[in-house]
């Protein structure tokens, strides 16, 4: 057999072999545990541009991770509409991020499109009668869905 020949059907060989291999390791992943993704630059690009094509919060990809908020009141667990929740971090872009949002009906936003990183949220509860200030921490190790629930008083 040619050279030529021997040396592509090699390349075939180990490039499906590494499909193979990513296609195992990704169903094995689930959200909350332990995996880590590795980065490279085409999903950071990706992510870059559906910000600036204003999709930031809508757009998904496949690195896409999720941080669901929801707002309620200490005494009875009602949800508290119109409060803001500001999100701030540095995904693992190594960008900085910075977003908010006010709770709907149910008290509850969600931010959607984020690379994994770290995270703090900060959530305000907007009335004329109080405004309380409460903040979480939020590791997104992988592209997952997180829900933190903030309780104020």
């Known amino acids: 057999m040619p050279r030529f020949v021997i040396s ?13 291999g990513a296609a195992v390791g990704a169903a094995g992943a689930h959200p909350g545990g332990d995996d880590t993704v590795a980065q490279d630059a085409a999903p950071c690009e990706q992510a870059r ?50 977003r908010h949002m006010f709770t709907g009906a149910k008290g509850q936003v969600s931010f959607r499109g984020l690379q994994p990183g770290r995270y703090q949220l900060i959530a305000y509860r907007n009335d004329s009668a109080t405004q309380s200030v409460i903040k979480a921490d939020v590791d997104l190790p992988t592209p997952s869905l997180k829900t933190i629930q903030f309780t104020a008083d």
Do not use: F, K, S
């Open 8 to 20: 592509q059907c090699l390349a075939i060989g180990l490039a499906t072999t590494a499909l193979m």
């Open 49 to 98: 541009q559906a910000r600036q094509n204003g999709q930031g919060v809508r757009g998904t990809g496949p690195a896409a991770g999720q941080i669901d908020a929801i707002l309620v009141t200490a005494r009875n667990r009602a949800p508290i509409a119109g409060g803001e929740i500001v999100l701030t971090g540095i995904d693992a872009c190594g960008d900085n991020i910075h």
